[in-house]
Nanobody
């Protein structure tokens, strides 16, 4: 069993930056693919970014490409999402998730086995 806890959300002006963290307990994250998703009010949960176990492979949603960076520190059992040049449309609850499967990192939420409780990001324009 893996427990995931996100932190780092908050209120920021458009154009600003935030760094989200996702700390894991229970088991090491070293073998897991890790993803970030977000859900805005009235909308479905959507994929944001994913990283493979070693950090050598990352993939981003088109809406955040070039602005967000996903990374991980397996020694600290933590995954990060650096968010720059934030826009009002980035406002959402952000969730990290862990995928136990070995293979190509997935962008679909149904592939993920463990989820955090989410952290609110609000971008004011």
């Amino acid at each position: 069993q893996v427990q995931l806890v996100e932190s780092g959300g908050g209120l920021v002006q458009a154009g600003g930056s935030l760094r989200l963290s996702c700390a894991a307990s229970g088991r090491t994250l070293m073998s897991y693919v890790m993803g970030w998703f977000r859900q805005a009010p009235g909308k479905e949960r959507e994929f944001v970014a994913v990283i493979n176990w070693s950090g050598s492979l990352t993939y981003y949603a088109d809406s955040v490409k070039g602005r967000f960076t996903i990374s991980r520190d397996n020694a600290k059992n933590t995954v990060y999402l650096q968010m720059n040049s934030l826009k009002s449309e980035d406002t959402a609850v952000y969730y990290c998730a862990a995928d136990r499967r070995v293979g190509v990192p997935a962008t679909g939420a149904t592939y993920y086995d463990y989820w955090g409780q989410g952290t609110q990001v609000t971008v004011s324009s």
